[in-house]
């Protein structure tokens, strides 16, 4: 009886685990492909970067495979504000991107509608992702 109490607990006890972000800076670009100093193998996971000038406000999140993006990516202005949003697979951007160039939000709803309608990116549909 305690050994199924052990097994039924084990995902619980992985799915918890959580490893922080690393910081983009640490790893080393080799021929486009962010690897990791201590091994020099392309880099697997979450990272992070964030502003010089700001050392505590986060400018990217994302998530490299094999040392390339692949996933979502933020990428934020100094005051928090979205800069650039949208998804990799494999090093490529896919499905639909969005790009905010001002830091400030526009007053009207309509001038943010419209800009958001311009800054918006199409690229191919993401693997896996339905499209329209």
Request: glycine share 10%; aromatic share 8%; net charge negative.
């Amino acid at each position: 009886m305690p050994r199924l109490f052990l097994l039924a607990s084990l995902p619980l006890a992985v799915s918890c685990t959580h490893q922080e972000p690393t910081d983009l800076s640490v790893l080393q670009v080799v021929d486009s492909v962010y690897v990791a100093p201590a091994t020099a193998e392309p880099f697997t996971g979450s990272v992070v970067r964030h502003f010089a000038a700001q050392p505590d406000e986060v400018q990217l999140k994302g998530t490299l495979r094999d040392g390339v993006f692949d996933g979502e990516l933020v990428v934020y202005h100094p005051n928090g504000r979205v800069r650039f949003m949208g998804s990799f697979r494999a090093g490529e951007r896919c499905g639909s991107w969005t790009e905010n160039a001002d830091s400030s939000a526009t007053g009207s709803l309509h001038q943010i509608l419209r800009r958001e309608v311009e800054t918006l990116g199409l690229y191919p549909a993401c693997e896996g992702e339905e499209t329209g």
